[in-house]
Nanobody
Framework: QVQLVESGGGSVQAGGSLRLSCVAS????????MGWFRQAPGKEREGVAS????????VYTDSVKGRFTISVDNAKNTLYLQMNSLKPEDTAMYYC???????????????WGQGTQVTVSS
């Protein structure tokens, strides 16, 4: 199995920054991509960004392009999401996920973390 543990969420004012981390353990060879998803109350879970662990090819949803940066440290089995210029609409529970061909599709994720809350106030 694969275990994913997120950290780094919190409360910030609009314009602030946060860095999320996700440490993977277990059968990490079972996936080739990792990503971040978020879910706000009353809304569907949406893909924020993902990255392939080999080529480090990344993809972002349009609303975060230019503000968020996804990266992976394979030596540490750790995924990061640097979030800058945060907006109130970024408020959500953020989940780390891993799968094969993940991109921004929640349906492609085989493994999920427990989530970390991000709250942005205006």
């Amino acid at each position: 199995q694969v275990q994913l543990v997120e950290s780094g969420g919190g409360s910030v004012q609009a314009g602030g920054s946060l860095r999320l981390s996700c440490v993977a353990s277990g059968y990490t060879w079972r996936y080739n991509s990792m990503g971040w998803f978020r879910q706000a109350p009353g809304k569907e879970r949406e893909g924020v960004a993902s990255i392939t662990t080999g080529a480090r090819s990344s993809v972002y949803t349009d609303s975060v392009k230019g503000r968020f940066t996804i990266s992976v440290d394979n030596a540490k089995n750790t995924l990061y999401l640097q979030m800058n210029s945060l907006k109130p609409e970024d408020t959500a529970m953020y989940y780390c996920a891993a799968g094969v061909g993940l991109r921004l599709s929640a349906g492609a994720a085989n493994y999920w973390g427990q989530g970390t809350q991000v709250t942005v106030s205006s």
